[in-house]
């Protein structure tokens, strides 16, 4: 009798369980029919979101009330797709956190700093937005042009018409991009000399061989390999690579956008100078300048070479350092989810969106 | 009884089995969530492979090309394998745990002219015989190309990226090949496990002595008085400041104590001070608590056989809290294990392969930070990553588990001897 009460409870419980989950983690992807068929595997899908989003609790305070918004939602996207193509209903907003240098970047290109939409969803990282956008049918956010998109069920949207690809953003027809900038210590400011004459070495070759700009475009970095000169040549000038180096270490910091790319090409020199060694120690945009030449700089977190994936800002002079440029570019794409009808934004599109006056797809249809 | 005290009873009753119920059927579907997620990135060569993987170049500008004649492919070439028929090599297009794309050499013919390549690397290695070898991963290779320019072709050129590109320019491009760069397999887990072990023993030997004492400071031997009550409840303050708070202390105070130890950058060992500090109102609290249950009659017996305040803690009462320090060390592991905030200012997220407690380096909770802060997340790697832990913390909640059960057995057996030689002194 005392068991089978148990197991009743038990019961009940995993009802409420599957309950919650169908009503916070509803698959908008699939159409009606997929629906019958596929229930059992849908099934084993919401719980896996469900799970994913009980673990992301904790940093999100995910509300009940967002919940039933989200049951909202899934109404209204039925009601679009009934519809034909044609996109209504609120604009969902996502934008990346204030320390993130894309969103610092793509707020300058539309130019609404401080104008950002109060119903905008705040993402922790592009990986986090891609997956927010690609399950919201109603959202809009931005990623940079790494981003695999046909993963997290994105759609990359045109901006001004123009299609968001390498070859665009180097003729300077895609205009919604951002530098990758770095700066170097001061001149004399480095553990020795030797480490200095490598650091030098090696933003020649970041910057200006053919070698360092394939690497950097391997990553995902957007440079002109055309606009360079091969590693045999330039290295004529610094010596310091001909000679053993695996007693130095070159200490990079700052945005951790540029990991990759910078990662590419510290490897690809490795071999070319000498086996120094190397210590990537990205943590965001705002420590670039200020572990190379501001605050931090004698601190335990020290770096020789600090990166930002925007411009250095004017409260972050380089003029003392050795050596601060762009060295690539990366895009900033729209996005939107996969079956979103809308494909192309306008500069004067993002900026309704963004800053709130276009709340509603049919405002920015016509 | 009456009817309504029954059902209520029944009710609450009720209310706990669902409790129970609802938090039993969280924590599994979390297992699954992180099992399904991970299992399949998991491997032996994620656990034992290098983080950074090594660079490594080699030239061939010594070799008389012409002298080797066309290779042909062996049959026990995997499928999705590319053969050049010129040097004698074959590459196979995969996927790594990092989610890039390598190419990995999975078959050189003995007599290929690419075996006999020297390093051109500055340093103590130069000049050493170096070839192409299968296992590694190919990035850039270098050649001249039939109108006699030097070209490259790879997965850092613009040209190559694929296998199949890469062997059909080496074969219908190329004269010669000038020198290769390729790496061996990085990506793994190594450096960063041996990190977690090494803070989680650094930060215990720091925190559970001072812990323990001020513990038995305060419950044993501080006066009952406002002062020791107004300690009591900062240090339980304390507990209550976030990680990050501690993490920017540690960068500037203690690390003008790691100074004095001769480290210039950040490092485990400071990020161990910084743990410490964190930890020490949960051991205290722990620790405090396993006083308070060990009976006071043990006190006051110990006391009136003549032993001094001391001889008591160190012979009655610590022995007696032993389980009770031993779960406050649990705890502190699992608060180790799952730091992340505090250790990104004060370790790096630098990713080391060789950390030492002097030197920078990742414990697993900062490699899973590290892992998804870039521009493409990896949801796989980190659950593959949380898999790690969970089996750490296993293992050690287990050993600490099986510490304590021994303490009280070989207790309980020399208590069981002492009775039975009293036994037979009777007799």
Request: charged residues 25%; glycine residues 8%.
């Amino acid at each position: 009798m005392k068991n089978l009460k148990k197991i009743l409870v038990l019961m009940l419980a995993l009802v409420m369980m599957i309950s919650v989950v169908t009503a916070c983690g509803g698959d908008k992807k699939d159409e009606k029919e997929e629906k019958e068929t596929k229930e059992e595997v849908k099934k084993e899908e919401k719980t896996e979101k469900e799970t994913e989003k009980e673990t992301k609790k904790e940093t999100e305070k995910e509300t009940k009330k967002e919940t039933e918004k989200e049951t909202e939602k899934e109404v209204e996207v039925k009601e679009t797709a009934a519809d034909g193509g044609k996109m209504t209903g609120q604009i969902n907003v996502y934008t990346r956190d204030a320390a993130s240098g894309t969103r610092e970047g793509f707020e300058s290109v539309v130019g609404f700093k401080d104008q950002l939409t109060d119903n905008a969803n705040e993402v922790s990282s592009n990986g986090d937005m891609a997956t927010k956008v690609g399950d919201d049918v109603q959202g809009i956010g931005y990623v940079s042009l790494t981003t695999d998109f046909a993963a997290n069920n994105l759609q990359p949207a045109n901006y001004e018409g123009v299609e968001p690809s390498v070859e665009t953003v180097i003729d300077g027809s895609y205009l919604l991009s951002r530098p990758f900038c770095y700066t170097t210590r001061a001149a004399g400011d480095y553990e020795s000399d030797e480490l200095e004459q490598l650091v030098k070495a090696f933003i020649v070759f970041l910057t200006e061989s053919t070698e360092g700009k394939e690497a950097v475009l391997s990553a995902g970095g957007i440079v002109d390999v055309e606009d360079s000169k091969s590693w045999d040549e330039l290295k004529a000038d610094h010596p310091i690579v001909d000679q053993d180096n695996s007693g130095l270490t070159i200490t990079t910091g700052g945005s951790t956008s540029v990991e990759k790319s910078l990662k590419a090409a510290l490897e690809a020199f490795q071999p070319l100078a000498g086996n120094f060694d190397m210590v990537v120690n990205q943590t965001g945009s705002g420590d670039g300048w200020k572990r190379t030449l501001g605050g931090d700089k004698d601190g335990p977190n020290a770096s020789d070479i600090g990166f930002a994936s925007r411009k250095f800002k004017d409260e972050e002079p380089t003029k003392d350092a050795i050596s601060a440029d762009k060295y690539c570019d990366d895009a900033i794409v729209v996005v939107v989810e996969k079956n979103n009808p809308v494909k192309n934004f306008t500069k004067q599109n993002l900026f309704d969106i963004f800053t709130g006056a276009a709340a509603n797809w049919e405002d920015i249809a016509k | 009884m009456n009817r309504i005290r029954i059902i209520k009873d029944r009710i609450a009753e009720g209310f706990t089995w669902l409790s129970s119920g609802i938090s039993a059927l969280v924590l599994i579907a979390i297992f699954v969530f992180i099992f399904k997620r991970g299992w399949s990135t998991l491997n032996w060569d994620l656990l034992k492979n290098n983080y950074n993987s090594e660079n490594l170049m080699a030239g061939y500008d010594h070799i008389d090309w012409d002298e080797h004649g066309a290779f042909t492919a062996p049959d026990t070439l995997p499928e999705d394998a590319f053969f050049s028929e010129k040097y004698g090599v074959a590459f196979v297009d995969s996927i790594n745990a990092a989610k890039e794309s390598q190419m990995e050499v999975v078959f050189l013919d003995p007599e290929s002219p690419l075996q006999d390549g020297k390093i051109t690397t500055a340093g103590p290695r130069q000049g050493e015989k170096f070839g192409m070898e299968e296992g590694l991963f190919l990035k850039k290779i270098s050649y001249i190309n039939l109108e006699g320019e030097k070209k490259s072709a790879g997965l850092t050129a613009t040209q190559g990226k694929t296998s199949e590109e890469l062997v059909s320019v080496l074969d219908n491009d190329s004269q010669e090949v000038v020198d290769f760069y390729a790496q061996t397999e990085g990506g793994g887990l190594k450096g960063s496990i041996i990190t977690t072990l090494l803070l989680i023993g650094l930060t215990l030997i720091i925190a559970l002595p001072i812990g323990v004492f001020a513990a038995i400071y305060l419950h044993e031997l501080a006066p009952k008085n406002k002062l020791t009550a107004w300690i009591r409840s900062s240090i339980e303050l304390l507990s209550g400041v976030p990680s990050v708070i501690f993490g920017l202390m540690g960068m500037t105070m203690l690390f003008q104590v790691t100074r004095l130890m001769g480290i210039t950058g950040q490092s485990t060992m400071l990020g161990a001070l910084t743990l410490a500090v964190i930890l020490l109102p949960v051991i205290i609290r722990q620790t405090e608590e396993a006083l308070i249950n060990v009976p006071d009659g043990y006190r006051m017996a110990s006391l009136s056989m003549g032993a001094t305040q001391f001889q008591t803690i160190y012979k009655i009462i610590i022995p007696n809290a032993m389980p009770g320090i031993l779960s406050a060390t649990l705890l502190s592991i699992s608060r180790i294990i799952g730091e992340s905030a505090a250790l990104i200012f004060t370790m790096g997220t630098a990713i080391m392969d060789n950390p030492a407690w002097n030197s920078r380096g990742t414990s697993l909770a900062v490699h899973i930070w590290t892992v998804m802060s870039g521009e493409q997340p990896n949801f796989e790697l980190a659950s593959a990553i949380s898999i790690v832990i969970l089996i750490i913390v296993l293992i050690l909640n287990v050993s600490v588990k099986y510490i304590t059960y021994r303490m009280t057995r070989d207790k309980d057996d020399q208590k069981k001897n002492n009775k039975k030689a009293k036994a037979t002194a009777e007799t």
